[in-house]
T-cell receptor
Framework: KAGVTQTPRYLIKTRGQQVTLSCSPI?????VSWYQQTPGQGLQFLFE???????NKGNFPGRFSGRQFSNSRSEMNVSTLELGDSALYLC????????????FGEGSRLTVL | TQLLEQSPQFLSIQEGENLTVYCNSS?????LQWYRQEPGEGPVLLVT?????EVKKLKRLTFQFGDARKDSSLHITAAQPGDTGLYLC??????????FGPGTRLSVLP
């Protein structure tokens, strides 16, 4: 079956701009989680959506937001970009059951100049 | 806040050697997973352990979950260049999302 698809793969923005990243999960998966990966902090949990509702949220400022559509596709938005937002943003899809396997996409690499 | 530590941070070995990487926390987890991430790709699940003291083997990889469910180890026998990558452990408590460790970057030289 098709894997997790993230778009765009690479993007460059300047400080103060906003960005929207998209994630299409594996067909049938209702949970989508977003993670930020940086060399210094590793993989940090942003939020999880399940059936269009935010189920869990990490410790990120309100500039980071997300949503999930009825077809389980998800988007995350970062407003007022800062240099420190440069990172690989990974989306993971799962069935949503506890301790279930996370299937990751290849990520969207964001560079903020 | 649950924190996971992994050691060593970097490991470079010759093909054929054995190695062990560790994942430790002060928190108790209901389940723990190990992932491997290769450059330009997302992490891929290797194993899930849920029972304290559990040992799972996946070909040349042996995973152990500590009795107290606070730590885990990954042992690789006769490492191969294809084992090169970033090894991540991730722990979850009931009802919570997985928290990832910083990873161990393994390089196996031919």
């Amino acid at each position: 079956k098709a894997g997790v698809t993230q778009t765009p793969r690479y993007l460059i923005k300047t400080r103060g701009q906003q960005v929207t990243l998209s994630c299409s999960p594996i067909s049938g998966h209702r949970s989508v989680s977003w993670y930020q990966q940086t060399p210094g902090q590793g993989l940090q949990f942003l939020f999880e959506y399940f059936s269009e509702t935010q189920r869990n949220k990490g410790n990120f400022p309100g500039r980071f937001s997300g949503r999930q559509f009825s077809n389980s596709r998800s988007e995350m938005n970062v407003s007022t970009l800062e240099l420190g937002d440069s990172a690989l943003y990974l989306c993971a899809s799962s069935s949503g059951r506890e301790a279930g396997e996370l299937f990751f996409g290849e990520g969207s690499r964001l560079t903020v100049l | 806040t649950q924190l996971l530590e992994q050691s060593p941070q970097f490991l470079s070995i010759q093909e054929g050697e054995n190695l062990t990487v560790y994942c430790n926390s002060s928190s108790v987890f209901s389940s723990l997973q190990w992932y491997r991430q290769e450059p330009g790709e997302g992490p891929v699940l290797l194993v899930t352990v849920v029972t304290g003291g559990e040992v799972k083997k996946l070909k040349r990889l042996t995973f152990q979950f500590g009795d107290a469910r606070k730590d885990s180890s990954l042992h690789i026998t006769a490492a191969q260049p294809g084992d090169t990558g970033l090894y991540l452990c991730a722990g979850a408590s009931r009802g919570q999302n997985f928290v990832f460790g910083p990873g161990t970057r393994l390089s196996v030289l031919p």
